[in-house]
T-cell receptor, first 112, second 114 residues
């Protein structure tokens, strides 16, 4: 079965460190998305991509970057981790812009 | 005002009850609608997807869309303890710079007790 896998599932790091969260999907979807989920804010879009070499900023993109070198992967990088970036991060993909998104099980990131 | 409003609950019901979950939205450009279920420490899981007004049924779940009132609902019949989760509504609009992105409600926490 096709799926979307995020790694690591949990991570603890220190402020100022660079952190990369992995997202890999086997749906062969062109569209991929990164969200963070926080109490009181729901799901907020960080970055998204509509195809290889395409990346776009979402509503909370400051301090984050992505790159898309193939269809399957969209890694999310925190350039210099801040405590405000402690959150649960979800990756999603969709097969078309009017199609539903399918989510991974998330990465729980703590920045101390 | 948020584009999508969803009562956060929490909602607690006895097993077997009919559950009604609701979202209202302000932007008439939204044309397709989804409901997701999210268990604790898991990602959102798609339950229902619809592109039109009216009802769509899948087992114990019915999604209802009323575009004229800008209101969507999810009904769960014969609710089970395994339905205990957070339910998220989501919606999207075709065309323009937002095409492909979804706007989510805040989620409603549902507990079904035996």
């Amino acid at each position: 079965d096709a799926e979307i896998t995020q790694s690591p599932r949990h991570k603890i790091t220190e402020t100022g460190r660079q952190v990369t969260l992995a997202c890999h999907q086997t749906w062969n979807h062109n569209n991929m998305f990164w969200y963070r989920q926080d109490l009181g804010h729901g799901l907020r879009l960080i970055h998204y991509s509509y195809g290889v070499h395409d990346t776009n900023k979402g509503e909370v993109s400051d301090g984050y970057s992505v790159s898309r070198s193939n269809t399957e992967d969209l890694p999310l990088t925190l350039e210099s981790a801040a405590s405000s970036q402690t959150s649960v991060y979800f990756c999603a993909s969709s097969g078309g812009r009017d199609q539903p998104q399918h989510f991974g099980d998330g990465t729980r990131l703590s920045i101390l | 005002q948020k584009e999508v409003e969803q009562d956060p609950g929490p909602l607690s019901v006895p097993e077997g009850a009919i559950v009604s979950l609701n979202c209202t939205y302000s932007n008439s450009a939204f044309q397709y609608f989804m409901w997701y279920r999210q268990y604790s420490r898991k990602g959102p899981e798609l339950l229902m997807y619809t592109y039109s007004s009216g009802n769509k049924e899948d087992g114990r779940f019915t999604a209802q869309v009323d575009k004229s009132s800008k209101y969507i609902s999810l009904f769960i019949r014969d609710s089970q303890p395994s339905d205990s989760a957070t339910y998220l509504c989501a919606m999207g609009r075709p065309g323009g710079t937002s095409y492909g992105k979804l706007t989510f409600g805040q989620g409603t926490i549902l507990t079904v007790h035996p």
